[in-house]
């Protein structure tokens, strides 16, 4: 009833935004939506199915590249280069699984595994000519005249409200996935494989739907950032340092849990803006700056609340 | 009595170590069978044999007509062997009520049938009070029943008890054994149990397996075995039996 109430007020908000807000505070947050975002399709596989990925850029990339170049090649509409994406992310994501999963890899290792396939993709696609290789690939910015939501042309405004949807809409489908029975059979997977199996889980096959769809998740993200930025480098969209910038909202917010994710992604980005401003204000310029930001964050989180933010509020809001 | 699940000639080797040595034994349909045995005789290890955690190197299980050896250990599950773990194994995270519904999930895709069958379970080992805690927060027997009661929401056709009345006193014991009594008289479940408390062995069990090293050196009824020499020597002599 509370998170009813409570997750009403905030929908109300964040639709009302654009109007209230200005330009630049809309751009900031479609940036803590993006990473709420992707925070919630990362936390399906590590706080629903306990299974580490520090290799979620991996998806990412491949969905804004698969996306990307289809528009840029061959005038594929971004909705088609959606499907396109989604299935390319899938099928990369059902590869990485059966080889871990088959071969027993796990915990460490299996992290290990996803930073060694982002990394040989990074390394591939600044090989790869048909998508401009490490010189990068750039959609055309045409006059926007008006918004086309179909072709994702458009002001920052409509890419606030698709970004929005795409958060909202990870929100409802974790929350169905969660209170399903193949949340129960992640979350048992989760805390101990051996007795998961025992009560007849197939614990690999729903580990190996953990990480499709949360790759099918991320891979949406990969599509919205080519779209809204227009340009695309494998150094960057697949590095490990996006990886992890995926992965800090949700394990600040509260790993596991459906508001962590959004939480801890507000809680950075709104932070993290307000630090660059202040810094800028007084005339400094730091390089590296959000970095350090970010990492201090992390410290006082594992430190003091290591469950997330979010759990002890839940409990003083008794949600 | 026909036999629902028959051990036949199972071995198991840990590299030098015959842990189980050509072990054969049968608990009949609604029957208690008890296996016994000093540390380290290969209790647990032929529990893991027939839940299908190792395969053996030798031998059969068969349970209810169908050859179950070396089903992985969910196959075993859905062919119907219900298991608990000496070394308790809850899904610390989740509520007590949450542990058993993964197991009642087994049953049935719907969450809210699931809880209900879970629920009537925690009522039926003394848990219902509990069922909101996380489950790390339980104490090791009630660990064990928590076990017991996830099994249980699988619906098997044999329920395999590793030491669950272990550090248990002898009034909880006795109300434990009440419990599975009742369990297998209302609901025609066979049992197959490990248990070092033999006031437990002797109240519960219509037959008993001792193992010493592996092998299998004595089967009966729970006063045979009482009697026995061998078993005497290898193991109840150093045990009180009351
Ligand atoms: N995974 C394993 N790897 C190597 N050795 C093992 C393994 N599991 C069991 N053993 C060995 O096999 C033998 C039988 O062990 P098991 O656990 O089956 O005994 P148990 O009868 O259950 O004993 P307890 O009463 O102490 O529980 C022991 O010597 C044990 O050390
Ligand atoms: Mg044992």
Known sequence: ?319 | MTALLAVEGISKRFRGLKAVDDVSFTVPKGGIVALIGPNGAGKTTTFNLIAGVYAPDTGRIVLDGEDITSLRPDRACHAGIGRTFQIVKPFGAMTVLENVVVGALRRSADVAAARSRAAELLERVGLADKAAMPAQGLTLPEKKRLETARALATEPKILLLDEVMAGLRPTEIDRMVETFRALNRETGIAILLTEHVMRAVMALSDRIVVLHHGRKICEGSPEQVARNEAVLESYLGTEAVS
Request: hydrophobic share 60%; with cysteine; aromatic share 14%.
């Open chain 1, 1 to 319: 009833m509370r998170a009813r109430v409570l997750l009403s007020l905030l929908a109300v908000a964040l639709v009302a935004a654009p109007f209230v807000v200005s330009g630049y505070l809309v751009s900031v947050l479609i940036v803590a939506l993006y990473f709420a975002y992707v925070g919630q399709a990362w936390n399906i596989m590590m706080g629903f199915a306990g299974q580490l990925s520090l290799g979620h850029a991996l998806y990412v990339g491949l969905g804004a590249y698969t996306a990307a170049a289809l528009f840029v090649q061959s005038g594929v509409p971004p909705w088609l280069g959606l499907i396109a994406a989604i299935i390319v992310a899938m099928a990369f994501a059902a590869a990485i699984g059966f080889l871990a999963f088959r071969f027993g890899i796990s915990g460490v290792y299996f992290a290990l595994l996803t930073i060694a396939f982002a990394e040989f993709t990074r390394i591939g696609f600044d090989h790869f000519g048909w998508v401009g290789a490490s010189a990068g690939l750039f959609l055309p910015v045409s006059q926007r005249s008006g918004s086309d939501l179909l072709a994702l042309r458009g002001t920052p405004t409509m890419f606030y409200y698709v970004i929005l949807a795409l958060a909202a809409g990870a929100f409802a489908l974790s929350r169905w996935l969660l209170t399903s029975r193949i949340g129960f059979y992640w979350m048992a997977i989760r805390e101990d494989q051996d007795a998961a199996q025992a009560l007849g889980i197939d614990t690999f096959r729903y580990k190996l739907a953990a990480v499709v769809v949360s790759a099918a998740m991320t891979s949406i993200a990969g599509v919205f950032f080519a779209f809204y930025y227009n340009n695309l480098f494998p150094e960057q969209i697949f590095s490990i340092g996006r990886s992890i910038e995926i992965i800090l909202g949700p394990i600040i917010g509260g790993l596991g849990t459906l508001f962590g994710p959004v939480l801890g992604a507000f809680v950075l980005q709104l932070l993290a803006e307000a630090l660059r401003e202040g810094v800028s204000a007084l005339g400094l310029e730091i390089p590296g700056l959000t970095q350090v930001f970010y990492g201090v964050c992390l410290l006082v989180v594992v430190m003091f609340l290591p469950n997330g933010v979010w759990p002890p509020i839940a409990r003083r809001l008794r949600l």
